[in-house]
T-cell receptor
């Protein structure tokens, strides 16, 4: 058990809909990352939050947004869903402090499998 | 384009054999991690290498970080069926410490 909790584990929804994925990081971790994993693209970094603030953006579509709350849990919102958004979405957390080059290990949740039909 | 290229993409070997998989990039990383992922699960951290040329051993797994901190290898000695999984390398980029992942090496060890 990594200590990172993601809900729901599975989600099936129709095209055009909006969903929210939830992540609770490990106790004490201030950084939260969201990744999308598909068979052809592998693990793609979407976005990082540190202590409630956005720190880095990757290949995140404009239809997607995220936030990190004061209690450090995070939510990833996916809207106007398309068939191609079907993938595994992972949340990871770490103790990394921006500028700290030594503590970059990320601990992953079990993921949310999103299927858009 | 993928920042980290892993090869081979797929490898199937018999139990007891040795194998090596590679992770290469043209970028320099502050550190590099190897993860193993099993179907339906999240990646699990195996090791972090930080110093160029560093070698770390984890039981039958040997990890090496290239001298120039651009590449890494994972060697498994006497592979066991429990070693089956997707091995992902991830490099930490200078500046924001986010991880860039390769697509993985899918290893299958046949009993």
């Amino acid at each position: 058990d990594s200590g990172v909790t993601q809900t729901p584990k599975h989600l099936i929804t129709a095209t055009g809909q909006r969903v929210t994925l939830r992540c609770s990081p490990r106790s004490g971790d201030l950084s939260v990352y969201w990744y999308q994993q598909s068979l052809d693209q592998g693990l793609q970094f979407l976005i990082q939050y540190y202590n409630g603030e956005e720190r880095a953006k990757g290949n995140i579509l404009e239809r997607f947004s995220a936030q990190q709350f004061p209690d450090l849990h995070s939510e990833l919102n996916l809207s106007s869903l398309e068939l191609g958004d079907s993938a595994l979405y992972f949340c990871a957390s770490s103790v990394v402090v921006p500028g700290d080059l030594q503590n970059t290990e990320a601990f992953f949740g079990q993921g949310t499998r999103l299927t858009v039909v | 384009t993928q920042l980290l290229e892993q090869s081979p993409q797929f490898l199937s070997i018999q139990e007891g054999e040795n194998l090596t998989v590679y992770c290469n990039s043209s970028s320099v990383f502050s550190s590099l991690q190897w993860y193993r992922q099993e179907p339906g699960e999240g990646p699990v951290l195996l090791v972090t290498v930080v110093t160029g040329g560093e070698v770390k051993k984890l039981k039958r797994l040997t990890f090496q970080f290239g001298d120039a901190r651009k590449d890494s290898s994972l060697h498994i000695t006497a592979a066991q069926p429990g070693d089956t999984g997707l091995y992902l390398c991830a490099g930490a980029l200078y500046g924001n410490n986010r991880l860039a992942f390769g697509k993985g090496n899918q290893v299958v060890v046949i009993p």
